[in-house]
């Protein structure tokens, strides 16, 4: 084989090469396409919270502002979406009064949730711990509870999850919700006494961020 075929070859291994590259990449820049007009045709929605009940099992302040909250909540989510499941990675949940976290992050174990599932929780936020809180709101607090007996905490969801389209996974999206809780300390009308603890009938619609 003489020096002229042995380029003649070369040149024709390089030809192949850009070939099946050229091919390659054409076929995956196609099938992130189809993704893509697949992903902006459904348009997922954000699934949808409710605060469904929540037993107080303690809510005392000291004269020193040490706030024990120790709470039941019951928490469900609806993906709404027909052909789009919805992963939870890591989720926190926590309750707040005015905007200050007065428990500790409780964390729910991860899930997966189908097309138009939902999935219901019933995690115990606080766990004894005493948290200390400002001074202005523990002014807030006190007067809340004295004047009109009701006290607003929010339960707050911090948390991860991906969407599913078929056999393709989303990258990681933050949530955010806000569900209020209105805890009437005076009116047991929508209460009920378990043990020591105290349930409150709530089914508050929650503010969803995605």
Same mark, same amino acid.
């Given at each position: ?20 590259? =050229? =091919? ?33 099992? =303690? ?9 024990? =909250? ?81 006290? $607003? ?25 806000? %569900? ?23 089914? $508050?619609? %929650?503010?969803?961020?995605?």
């Amino acid at each position: 084989m003489t020096a002229k075929d042995c380029g003649h070859n070369e040149d024709n291994r390089k030809k192949l090469y850009r070939r099946l590259f =050229a =091919a390659a990449l054409g076929f995956t820049a196609a099938v992130l396409f189809t993704i893509l007009l697949v992903w902006l045709i459904l348009r997922p929605s954000k699934p949808h919270f409710i605060l469904q009940e929540a037993t107080v099992y =303690a809510f005392n302040l000291t004269a020193t502002n040490l706030l024990t =909250a120790n709470f039941q909540i019951t928490l469900s989510s609806r993906n709404p979406n027909g052909r789009i499941g919805i992963y939870y990675d890591k989720i926190d949940v926590y309750a707040a009064y005015r905007s200050q976290q007065i428990t500790i992050p409780t964390l729910l174990p991860p899930s997966y949730q189908g097309h138009k599932d939902t999935t219901v929780w019933s995690p115990f936020l606080g766990g004894g711990a005493a948290v200390p809180v400002a001074p202005y709101l523990a002014a807030s607090l006190k007067e809340d509870g004295s004047s009109a007996g009701t006290v $607003m905490v929010n339960v707050r969801v911090d948390g991860r999850i991906r969407w599913k389209v078929g056999s393709f996974v989303s990258g990681k999206y933050r949530l955010n919700v806000n %569900c209020p809780a209105y805890i009437n300390f005076g009116d047991k009308k929508n209460a009920a006494a378990v043990g020591a603890a105290i349930k409150h009938q709530l089914i $508050m619609d %929650c503010n969803v961020d995605v």
